[in-house]
């Protein structure tokens, strides 16, 4: 893997609570763009980096926004990409089911950089012609609950507008 100076790095968590960091190479160790590379991330702190195995989700060069990646971890096709300028956000949802005979029901909640966190909650029942099949009613209660997590987003969105406006707002819902 290689960079430059001036490249912006961005790095996968480690684990589902962990933020995904991003920084600018500042220095390169190798003439070839190899590691150490010294990195400025994104919260200030300046260190030497050395990747390790999957850790690098992307290397763009600075120039544009549409910027191709210069590197690209293999099986990270499916992540953003990485902004060329920025702070980098990370939200996450926790989801949890339970279930009682026929019933099911999911709570989600949104653990944001906001002060509190959205929370919603869904509720699936199997009709007794159906196969007994719990995953159908953990998808569907999921499916649920997100569906209401999204509309509760939404609705903040609108009085975070209306609050900095004063006046009222209606966020599209595609």
Do not use: K, N
């Amino acid at each position: 893997m290689r960079a430059q100076v001036g490249d912006h790095i961005v790095l996968t968590a480690t684990r589902v609570d962990d933020p995904t960091r991003h920084g600018e190479v500042l220095e390169v160790g190798d003439p070839d763009g190899g590691p150490p590379w010294t990195v400025r991330w994104s919260d200030g702190h300046i260190g030497v980096f050395y990747p390790g195995p999957g850790s690098v989700r992307s290397i763009e060069a600075p120039d544009s926004a549409d910027a191709a990646p210069s590197a690209t971890v293999p099986g990270a096709e499916d992540a953003p990409p990485a902004p060329a300028s920025g702070h980098v956000h990370e939200w996450t949802v926790r989801v949890s089911l339970f279930e009682s005979g026929d019933d099911t029901s999911a709570s989600v909640v949104l653990l944001s950089d906001a002060p509190t966190h959205l929370t919603a909650h869904g509720e699936s029942r199997r009709s007794t012609h159906d196969p007994d099949v719990p995953e159908i009613g953990d998808e569907v209660a999921v499916a649920r609950a997100l569906r209401h997590l999204a509309d509760r987003l939404l609705d903040a969105a609108e009085e975070d507008i209306e609050a900095m406006t004063g006046e009222p707002a209606q966020v599209r819902r595609v």
